[in-house]
C-alpha cells in the first residue's frame, strides 16, 4: 500500500512557525520535493487497455472484476496546467493506447512523478465516455444520470499504486497534424515546425481563471487547438511570435484534437517562423458560363464556371454572392474553398443534386442548398469574388431587380457567348445570350426546358 505525506498550501500558513524550526522556512508554489514512498512488488497487470475499453456499452459502470492495468505517467500539475487527473500511457516509447483517471489530489505531481510506471486496481472504478475520451474515476451522479467524476482522495491510492520497478524517461511520439489519430489520444506527443496563429501573438497563454483555447498552426496552416488553464503559473505570460517545437498530452473533444503542455519547458518556440505558404490564387480567367432556371423544373436550376486557362486553378477563398431581387445587401453565398476547377473546363453547382441528376444524368460538381446563388430564379444578381475580396465576374447589377431588364432570365437561361475568355468586374449585356418569358430590354422571350434546352458542363 502506497503511503505519502504532504504538506499543503492550504494549511501553510497554520503550520508555517513549527517548519521553520525544523527546515528554516516556508516553500511556496506547487514544486516541492518529491516525497518518500513505498512502492508495490507483488501486483501485476492482468487486462489491456483495449479489454477494458471493451467493457464499456453505453453507460458508465462500475468495474466488478479484479481487473488490473499498468502504465506510465505522461502528465503532471506542477505548473496549474493539468487539476484533478492523471494520464498515463502503455508504454514509455511509442504508446499504442493511454488513459486518464479523475483523482481528487491537489499537486499530484508529489505522490506521482512523470515516468513513474502505476498499476491501477480497477475494481470498484466507474468506466465512461465522454466526448471521444474514455476514463476512469469515481462516480458522479446528477439529476439521476450517473457520470464518472473524481476518486476521492483516500481512494486514489488504494487504487493507484506505483511500481518499484525503476522510473522511466516518457519519450514524446514525434508527429504531425495529418497524422494525428486515435491511437495517440491521451499520449505524450511532440510537433516540430509549429507556431501560434497571427490572431494569438500579444495575448496570455490563459484569460484568469478561465479554460482558454489557442490556435497553433504548422507551415501547411494545418491547425490545431492548444488548452491552457487560467489557474496554470504561467498562464499571464505571453504567447511567444516564433516557432519551433512543442511537446504535450493529445486530447480530443468532439472532433477536435487538443493539446495541453504540461509547463514552458514543453514549448521551445526560439526558431524562425514557417515561410508565408502561398495557396490562395486570383484570375481572371474564371467566369461565370451558364447560369438555368428552367420553366418546367425549378428543381433542376444550376450554375456554371468555366476556366479559360490552360492551367488548374485552386479556389481556395473564392465565393459567390448573390444579391437578391434589390437588395444590396448579400443574401447568400457559396464558399469555393477545397475544389479545384481544372483548365479549359467547367465547375457545375446545383441547389438540388439529387433532381438534377435525374434530369441531366450526371452528378454536379458541387452541391448546395436552396436559396444559394445557384437556385436563383432569375432575377437575382451574381458576382464571383476571388480571395483577395476583388469582384472578378458579374452577372446583373446589385440593387437591382432584374425583373423586365436586361439582366433576367427568369424560366430560362443565361449563357456566355463563346468569344468571351475573361471574367468582367461589371455586368456586361453584350457578353450575354439570355433567356426569359418576356423578352424585355434585348433578351429572348424562350422560356427554356430541362434538359434539352440546357449545357451543364459544356462550353
Request: hydrophobic fraction near 35%.
Amino acid at each position: 500500500m502506497l503511503e505519502r505525506k504532504i504538506i499543503y498550501r492550504t494549511f501553510e500558513r497554520v503550520f508555517c512557525f513549527l517548519i521553520l524550526l525544523q527546515l528554516s522556512g516556508c516553500v511556496n508554489g506547487r514544486n516541492f520535493d518529491a516525497l518518500e514512498s513505498s512502492c508495490e512488488t507483488q501486483l501485476k497487470a492482468n487486462t489491456t487497455y483495449a479489454q477494458l475499453k471493451e467493457l464499456y456499452k453505453g453507460e458508465t459502470l462500475q468495474i466488478q472484476e479484479d481487473l488490473v492495468i499498468e502504465g506510465y505517467i505522461n502528465s503532471s500539475d506542477s505548473t496549474g496546467n493539468f487539476f484533478g487527473v492523471l494520464y498515463f500511457q502503455n508504454n514509455p516509447d511509442n504508446p499504442t493506447d493511454a488513459l486518464f483517471i479523475e483523482i481528487d489530489v491537489r499537486d499530484s505531481h508529489l505522490f506521482y512523478e512523470l515516468g513513474d510506471k502505476v498499476l491501477i486496481k480497477l475494481k470498484g472504478l466507474y468506466l465512461g465516455y465522454t466526448r471521444g475520451n474514455y476514463k476512469l474515476g469515481g462516480v458522479f451522479t446528477s439529476f439521476g444520470s450517473t457520470s464518472v467524476g473524481r476518486l476521492p482522495y483516500n481512494a486514489v491510492f488504494q487504487h493507484v499504486l506505483i511500481s518499484c520497478d525503476s522510473k522511466n524517461s516518457i519519450t514524446p511520439t514525434l508527429t504531425s497534424i495529418p497524422e494525428l489519430k486515435e491511437e495517440m489520444i491521451n499520449t505524450l506527443i511532440r510537433f516540430e515546425n509549429m507556431e501560434f496563429s497571427l490572431e494569438e501573438l500579444g495575448k496570455p497563454y490563459a484569460e484568469k481563471e478561465e479554460e482558454t483555447e489557442r490556435i497553433l498552426l504548422d507551415c501547411d496552416d494545418n491547425e490545431l487547438i492548444m488548452l491552457n488553464s487560467g489557474y496554470s503559473d504561467f498562464r499571464a505570460d505571453l504567447i511567444p511570435v516564433l516557432g519551433g517545437s512543442i511537446t504535450g498530452v493529445l486530447t480530443k473533444e468532439g472532433e477536435d484534437y487538443k493539446l495541453i503542455v504540461r509547463d514552458l519547458s514543453d514549448i521551445d518556440f526560439t526558431q524562425d517562423k514557417c515561410e508565408d505558404l502561398i495557396d490562395e490564387f486570383t484570375s481572371n480567367q474564371l467566369f461565370f458560363s451558364e447560369l438555368a432556371d428552367p420553366e418546367n423544373n425549378v428543381g433542376a436550376r444550376f450554375m456554371e464556371l468555366y476556366n479559360s486557362s490552360t492551367e488548374p486553378l485552386s479556389l481556395k477563398g473564392w465565393q459567390i454572392l448573390r444579391y437578391t431581387n434589390a437588395n444590396t445587401e448579400v443574401s447568400s453565398s457559396i464558399d469555393l474553398s477545397g475544389y479545384t476547377i481544372d483548365g479549359e473546363s467547367t465547375l457545375v453547382i446545383s441547389p438540388n443534386a439529387e433532381i438534377f441528376e435525374q434530369v441531366y444524368g450526371f452528378s454536379p460538381d458541387i452541391a448546395v442548398g436552396t436559396n444559394s446563388p445557384a437556385d436563383s430564379n432569375g432575377d437575382d444578381n451574381l458576382q464571383l469574388v476571388d480571395p483577395f475580396g476583388i469582384v472578378i465576374d458579374v452577372f446583373g447589377i446589385p440593387g437591382e431587380d432584374g425583373s423586365g431588364t436586361n439582366h433576367e432570365f427568369e424560366d430560362g437561361k443565361a449563357i456566355r457567348r463563346p468569344e468571351v475568355n475573361e471574367g468582367a468586374s461589371e455586368f456586361q449585356f453584350s457578353q450575354w445570350e439570355i433567356y426569359n418569358d418576356t423578352g424585355e430590354a434585348g433578351t429572348l422571350n424562350q422560356p427554356q426546358l430541362a434538359p434539352d434546352d440546357f449545357t451543364p458542363g459544356i462550353r
